[in-house]
């Protein structure tokens, strides 16, 4: 999963030219992407060395993606904050050290269609869902898969939830309107899994030599390891917090 190809040290960011070397690095070693859409629809079957490339928001800088994937013959699916395109990414809610980021407009789609790429839905406006009501949550799926279709001609099926958090009522809504939703649960995307709650591997994870390395050594491992360095690193802010308060 990713958001944003720009040079920041931004967690929501990937150096362009890293991602280009992370793309290499996955096609040298036999990986391919699947068709998102139609892996969903054929009920999510193991797909040896088989991933799935997402981007969140739909920043602008995604465009650079359109000039590296088709080197190996991947596709993507972008997951688009309808409400929002052609603005930027300062929504309510977004944590303060994100850095402001311009989002594509309806006219940047086309070309990126041509070039292999499909969009999903994110919601209109990028709110945290589970804090809606049931005609306003409603109104933010149905919305953003509507402006999608209409816009683009073409059958939009996935969501993937803002800020990755879909809880039961949240996946009984999106349950009404697509074939699957997406979170940022860290872990590989399995066929027993939820379907309204698939898991990603978020691309931070992967922004050096050495973490590259370990997931195409040791995928299992890898996702282990990043999980105890999550779990120590969100333990050490619950401490501070609490020293704080204490």
Same mark, same amino acid.
């Given at each position: 999963?990713?958001?944003?190809?720009?040079?920041?040290?931004s967690v929501?960011?990937?150096?362009p030219?890293?991602?280009?070397e992370t793309m290499?690095?996955?096609?040298?070693?036999g990986?391919?992407?699947?068709?998102l859409?139609?892996?969903?629809?054929?009920?999510?079957?193991?797909?040896?060395?088989?991933?799935?490339?997402?981007f969140d928001?739909?920043?602008? =800088?995604?465009?650079?993606?359109?000039?590296?994937?088709p080197?190996?013959?991947?596709?993507?699916t972008?997951?688009?904050?309808?409400?929002?395109?052609?603005?930027?990414?300062?929504?309510?809610g977004?944590?303060?050290?994100?850095?402001t =980021?311009?989002?594509?407009d309806?006219?940047?789609l086309?070309p990126?269609? *041509?070039?292999?790429?499909?969009?999903?839905?994110? =919601?209109?406006?990028?709110p945290?869902?589970?804090?809606l009501?049931?005609?306003v949550?409603?109104?933010?799926?149905?919305?953003?898969?509507?402006?999608?279709?209409?816009?683009?001609?073409?059958?939009?099926?996935?969501?993937a939830?803002?800020?990755?958090?879909g809880?039961?009522?949240? $996946?009984?809504a999106? *349950?009404?309107?697509?074939?699957?939703a997406f979170t940022?649960?860290?872990?590989?995307?399995?066929r027993?899994?939820?379907?309204y709650?698939?898991?990603?591997?978020?691309?931070?994870?992967? $922004?050096?030599p050495?973490?590259?390395?370990a997931f195409?050594?040791?995928?299992?491992?890898?996702?282990?390891? $990043?999980r105890?360095?999550r779990?120590?690193?969100?333990?050490? $802010?619950?401490l501070?917090?609490?020293?704080?308060s204490g």
């Amino acid at each position: 999963m990713y958001h944003a190809l720009e040079s920041s040290r931004s967690v929501v960011a990937t150096d362009p030219s890293w991602f280009a070397e992370t793309m290499a690095a996955l096609a040298e070693a036999g990986y391919r992407t699947v068709d998102l859409p139609a892996w969903i629809a054929q009920g999510r079957p193991e797909v040896e060395r088989g991933f799935a490339l997402t981007f969140d928001d739909g920043y602008r =800088s995604v465009l650079a993606a359109a000039d590296v994937l088709p080197r190996y013959g991947f596709g993507a699916t972008i997951f688009l904050v309808t409400g929002r395109m052609g603005d930027d990414n300062r929504w309510a809610g977004q944590p303060r050290r994100i850095p402001t =980021s311009r989002l594509l407009d309806w006219s940047d789609l086309p070309p990126l269609q *041509a070039a292999g790429f499909q969009f999903g839905a994110h =919601s209109r406006t990028h709110p945290r869902l589970d804090r809606l009501g049931g005609d306003v949550l409603d109104a933010e799926l149905r919305g953003s898969r509507d402006d999608i279709e209409q816009r683009l001609g073409v059958p939009c099926r996935l969501l993937a939830y803002p800020y990755g958090h879909g809880p039961p009522l949240v $996946r009984r809504a999106a *349950a009404r309107h697509f074939d699957a939703a997406f979170t940022t649960r860290l872990a590989t995307a399995m066929r027993g899994e939820d379907p309204y709650g698939i898991s990603r591997i978020d691309a931070y994870y992967l $922004r050096s030599p050495r973490w590259l390395s370990a997931f195409l050594t040791d995928r299992r491992r890898f996702l282990a390891m $990043r999980r105890l360095l999550r779990a120590a690193r969100q333990g050490g $802010r619950l401490l501070a917090i609490a020293n704080r308060s204490g």
